[in-house]
């Protein structure tokens, strides 16, 4: 199976962007769905998560109240909604997807086998 990201792109501070990711190929019984981000020099970090049966959802402190993960089941998507962007928030975003990770270990990427090809998301002062 194949995650593939897109919706990124160039956007001014406290400007909106929503990402995407659709898994293609083989549908798997998800057991929790990520983003993450990676800026210049910095170690990938969690953004926000999403039990794929339930719908609960996780943030990151810094993204809490700005960010929005949400699923769309029957299309084996999910997505990102950004609102209140910083330039701090500047990175590049990447979808991931677990079959087992437990809740504890969600903001650790080494949980995820499955990940997206990363999209740029650039927050300009």
């Known amino acids: 199976v194949q995650l593939q990201a897109s919706g990124g792109g160039l956007v001014q501070t406290g400007g909106s962007l929503r990402l995407s990711c659709a898994a293609a190929?083989?549908?798997?019984?998800?057991?929790?769905m990520a983003w993450f981000r990676q800026a210049p020099g910095r170690e990938r970090e969690f953004v926000a998560a999403i039990r794929w049966r339930g719908g609960d959802t996780y943030y990151a402190d810094r993204v809490k109240g700005r960010f929005a993960i949400s699923r769309a089941n029957a299309q084996n998507a999910f997505s990102l909604q950004m609102n209140s962007l910083k330039p701090e928030d500047t990175a590049v975003y990447y979808c991931?997807?677990?079959?087992?990770?437990?809740?504890?270990?969600?903001?650790?990427?080494?949980?995820?086998?499955?990940w997206g090809q990363g999209t740029q998301v650039t927050v300009s002062s």
């Open positions: 190929g083989r549908t798997f019984s998800w057991r929790y």
């Open positions: 991931a997807g677990s079959l087992g990770v437990i809740l504890s270990a969600i903001r650790d990427p080494g949980q995820y086998g499955y």
